[in-house]
């Protein structure tokens, strides 16, 4: 099989990567390596694999990326990562989200569907697609929030709701990818990805939340929270979001045009401090301190994925618990302490 990936210099690409080229397989990196980390992750790559072809291409500059599809012909898979992530960024420069997320889609469609054959193309959205959730009747408990009424979580038949410029550029690209199936007959899947987290994750304070936590606690770095630590998320390690991605391709007969929400599902569901930090902290040896800030815009109390879709068409279920991911996510950091000097 040959795989092009963009993005394939961050954290979800890196390990897909690492994955296939370990398999033997023939994969192609296209990155700008503008986010922190992507060199570094590119690096490790060439040091663990032979040589793989490497494009430094913007997806916003569609004729480059045109021409790093046509160069690899055929190809079987497109496996689309590159994107703005962070809502906070997107605040900011609502104009660059767009032209990344969006536009940049669209570049990646048009790419694929101008070549001579019909490679699958499959898209990671976000569930940020779903908005606030207001409507959603929500329980406060002592340590987490929990749905009043879904105990399987968020399901794929959930109005979209695009709330922030991040949202509504992921869920712009999201619906395209979705129309270039029917529009076209392109073998398309969409992922809304919760909250993904592994190694190889340069976590940042605006994404990547998991990551930036322990980054923080290994160095002593200040952590905020914002809202009272009770927020519920779902949480998948990377090596099971891999599993995913390839099941899908796989049985891409029963895939092809779906939407799959894609997360830990309730069993991974964890309250983002109030849970999270016994575990780091006896991870650590010692305390954590944290400041406490206001809510940041379109926060959702809960998220949690309702995962039976992927489980019914392409037989995939989480295999790696918190407790299991969180260890290999601090050893990793511990461990690598070099990479976030």
Request: contains cysteine; negative net charge; glycine residues 8%.
């Amino acid at each position: 099989m040959k795989t092009l990936i963009t993005g394939g210099a961050g954290f979800i690409g890196t390990n897909t990567a690492d994955r296939l080229l370990g398999e033997g397989q023939q994969v192609i990196i296209v990155d700008d390596l503008s986010r922190k980390g992507s060199e570094r992750n590119l690096q490790w790559l060439r040091e663990r694999h032979d040589e793989f072809p490497f494009h430094q291409t913007d997806i916003r500059d569609y004729e480059a990326l045109r021409d790093a599809f046509q160069e690899h012909l055929p190809l079987d898979l497109v496996l689309h990562f590159a994107a703005q992530v962070a809502v906070t960024t997107s605040v900011q420069d609502p104009r660059m989200d767009f032209d990344v997320n969006a536009l940049g889609t669209l570049n990646v469609l048009e790419a694929v569907r101008e070549l001579e054959q019909d490679p699958v193309v499959l898209y990671t959205s976000t569930n940020k697609v779903y908005g606030a959730l207001s409507q959603l009747s929500v329980v406060e408990e002592e340590r987490r929030y929990r749905y009043a009424d879904l105990p399987s979580g968020v399901s794929e038949e959930t109005p979209l709701d695009l709330y922030s410029p991040y949202g509504c550029s992921k869920g712009a690209a999201d619906q395209y990818v979705r129309d270039y199936h029917r529009m076209y007959g392109m073998r398309t899947i969409v992922f809304r990805n919760s909250c993904i987290y592994g190694t190889r994750q340069f976590g940042i304070e605006d994404q990547g939340w998991l990551a930036w936590f322990v980054i923080a606690a290994v160095k002593g770095t200040p952590i905020t929270i914002y809202g009272n630590g009770k927020q519920v998320r779902d949480l998948l390690y990377i090596d099971d979001l891999v599993d995913a991605m390839l099941l899908a391709n796989e049985k891409i007969d029963a895939t092809q045009g779906q939407i799959y929400n894609l997360g830990g599902g309730p069993e991974n569901s964890v309250s983002v401090w109030l849970e999270i930090e016994p575990i780091l902290s006896e991870m650590l040896g010692r305390k954590i301190d944290v400041s406490y800030d206001d809510w940041r815009p379109g926060d959702q109390p809960i998220y949690v994925s309702d995962i039976s879709k992927a489980k019914r068409d392409f037989g995939w279920q989480p295999v790696t618990g918190v407790d299991k991911g969180l260890r290999r996510l601090f050893d990793w950091v511990s461990d690598n302490a070099d990479l976030f000097s």
